[in-house]
């Protein structure tokens, strides 16, 4: 099935027509942005019993929309597996990746890509039950690790294993829910998958979350963050910037609700990013209010986190590195001016 | 008569001309527009390291081993579920389309109860339920059942002792820290492939049988009877040669539907070519390639078995003529 679904994007691809550079003139041509999202991921992006998209990554797809089209709900979403992600972005099919994608040498330098921003600083862990009294990822000698395919988790798993000189069998399903309940039948001694969801899988999904306890390790670096079709300068700049914004918002502490109190202030580094000195907007082809809409659409970046992933969401994950620079994460975006 | 001859042979050329036409066009825009995009292309990246493990490989696989190598092991563990699957299926349908003939009411009515369950459940979901039953139903790997000296049994598999191994000739299962170590291992997503491949198809070949054999007239068992034959050899020696002549054609289609429907791997977690290819699809990101990689795979095995079963049929015409 999902062959065919490739096969049918590779034959838009030359349906399609070339348009390099007018992205955004086509998003406001057709008053929608067509954002890429995953089939499900809770707290990054999934959609509720009426159908409404939600979470952290859907919030980055709003501020855009926001931004461009001043209207938040101008959003098409198009649910998309790890395999259709990269074709459906380079056939046109969306305007925009938002779906916790790991930004790679390999992605970034061949497949007609751009990544734009880091959104979420994430890294490859483990869960495993408590009764097999494994304290570190370099116990697993010889186990059986269940995971979902389709991610960069199993190149991880090869490398990292190879470098400790352990032996491990993945066992790959197709879909998450056959892999999680494979996992909790105890077909497997661990599940792998990056920690945010396995924060996650842990409280949600396990029969019993105190029987199963996540390793402290993690084995790799995943930088998630929206990405964009090669040859559109203009569109790559307005989707990072967007992001940078929502980041220096919640660095000068203005957020969804003094967002219009906040115009009047007299720092001028507030005032040029809300537009009420310079015009920043122009340089982008945006209007001049461009960041106050999106922040006005979600909130900062910090809001974003804390209610779909963090402390006022059920994944209650620690901002850790996401944390912004100047309150010991890395979170740091370059100054709009 | 001639004229007309050969005014089809131009039509057919002409439509083979096309269709080689537009193959190429096809080939040629996706080329330019992946080029244009910046899409890298081509299958250079078949030697590259592939990176990741295989679960489980006929074929000696390690992560250094290239993707060429990984798509190998792939094929390979299709071929080992397939081809066993191909004679479990075969065997137990035949048995089963003859109980269907047979005058035993309560037989009768059983198998035809089989055949009518599992063509009407759809394959995805009767893999499913046996890859959950296996893995529900078994004890996990630290408490494996040990049905004799060596032999493991548990949510990770049946584990043999087999040739080979560091210590001799023989690889003997042990217990280990984690897991049950050495010997070859038969896992649950091999066995409930192997199960539901096998029962589902036997479904569809006891209907070919049934047909098969039915097709063959009437007057043939009744004058073989009068004749004096017993049933066994009416069925050895009049029923069976005609009928296999139009049993094998649609029975080859049955393998074929069995080899591609193995490809329902990935569901349970079985690291078959589609898994596999998958996998190093999204290692690369060289999707077209990838794909057509499976597609031509998948043809030259279709054609294989084609090819296979036109041989056995010549065969078997050639039997019926000296029975």
């Keep these: ?337 | 008569m001639q004229g007309r001859r050969r005014g089809e042979l131009a039509i057919q050329a002409l439509l083979a001309a096309a269709l080689v036409a537009a193959l190429w066009w096809l080939l040629d825009v996706t080329a330019a527009n992946m080029a244009e995009r910046g899409i890298r292309s081509g299958f250079d990246f078949l030697t590259d390291p592939a990176g990741f493990a295989i679960g489980e490989s006929l074929l000696p696989f390690d992560s250094t081993d290239s993707a060429l190598w990984a798509l190998a092991a792939g094929l390979a563990n299709t071929l080992r579920v397939a081809l066993p699957a191909i004679l479990a299926s075969t065997l137990l349908g035949t048995l089963i389309g003859l109980g269907r003939l047979s005058p035993n009411l309560l037989l009768r009515s059983l198998c035809a109860a089989y055949v009518e369950t599992l063509r009407n459940v759809p394959l995805l979901l009767q893999l499913l339920a046996w890859y959950f039953v296996v893995t529900d139903l078994l004890p996990l790997a630290s408490d494996a059942l040990q049905p004799a000296p060596h032999v493991f049994l548990s949510k990770s598999g049946l584990a043999i002792p087999w040739l080979g191994g560091d210590s001799g000739v023989f690889d003997l299962p042990l217990r280990g820290e984690m897991n049950i170590a050495g010997g070859a291992t038969l896992t649950p997503e091999f066995l409930a492939l192997f199960l539901g491949l096998s029962l589902y198809t036997a479904a569809y070949v006891a209907e070919t049988v049934r047909a098969g054999i039915q097709a063959v007239p009437r007057g043939q068992s009744d004058a073989a009877l009068a004749l004096g034959l017993t049933r066994v050899q009416l069925f050895r020696l009049v029923l069976l040669p005609q009928a296999l002549r139009s049993i094998i054609p649609p029975l080859t289609n049955q393998h074929l539907s069995l080899t591609k429907n193995a490809s329902l791997a990935v569901a349970i977690g079985y690291p078959d070519l589609v898994s596999v290819a998958n996998t190093t699809l999204n290692q690369t990101g060289r999707a077209a390639e990838c794909i057509a990689l499976i597609m031509a795979v998948y043809l030259i095995l279709s054609l294989l078995t084609a090819w296979l079963s036109a041989w056995m049929e010549r065969r078997s015409g050639r039997w019926a003529e000296r029975a």
């Design chain 1, 1 to 337: 099935m999902k062959t065919i679904q490739l096969v049918a994007l590779l034959f838009l691809l030359h349906l399609a027509p070339a348009h390099a550079g007018k992205t955004l003139d086509q998003v406001r041509q057709r008053a929608q942005l067509a954002c890429g999202v995953s089939t499900g991921v809770i707290g990054f992006s999934s959609a509720d019993s009426q159908g409404r998209w939600n979470g952290f990554d859907v919030d980055l797809c709003r501020a855009i929309a926001a931004a461009v089209l001043n209207d938040a709900t101008k959003v098409k979403y198009v649910p998309l597996n790890a395999q259709q992600r990269f074709t459906a972005l380079q056939s046109g099919e969306v305007d925009l990746l938002s779906r916790n994608t790991t930004w790679t040498l390999t992605r970034d330098a061949s497949l007609g890509l751009h990544f734009t921003a880091v959104t979420y600083y994430d890294g490859q862990g483990f869960l495993v039950p408590k009764r097999l009294k494994i304290t570190s990822a370099k116990q697993l000698k010889n186990a059986e690790i269940c995971v979902q395919s389709g991610t960069t988790t199993e190149k991880n798993l090869g490398d990292w294993f190879k470098a400790q000189g352990i032996k491990i069998k993945p066992v790959v399903f197709e879909k998450f829910e056959a892999s999680i309940k494979a996992f909790f039948s105890g077909r497997c001694q661990a599940y792998t998958t990056d920690a945010s969801a396995l924060a996650f899988i842990r409280s949600k999904e396990a029969p019993k979350p105190d029987d199963y306890v996540v390793l402290p390790d993690l084995i790799s670096k995943e930088p998630l963050g929206p990405v964009v079709r090669r040859g559109d300068d203009e569109w790559f700049a307005i989707v990072k910037w967007v992001v940078f914004a929502l980041i220096e918002a919640e660095e000068y502490g203005i957020t969804q609700a003094n967002v219009e109190q906040m115009k009047a202030n007299t720092d001028p580094a507030i005032q040029r990013l809300l537009g009420s000195a310079e015009d920043s907007g122009k340089l982008l082809g945006l209007e001049r209010d461009w960041a106050a809409r999106a922040i006005k659409a979600v909130g900062n970046y910090g809001e974003m986190f804390q209610r779909n992933v963090g402390s006022a969401s059920p994944l209650k994950l620690p901002r850790g590195l996401n944390a912004l620079w100047s309150k010991g994460g890395i979170m740091y975006a370059p100054p709009v001016r």
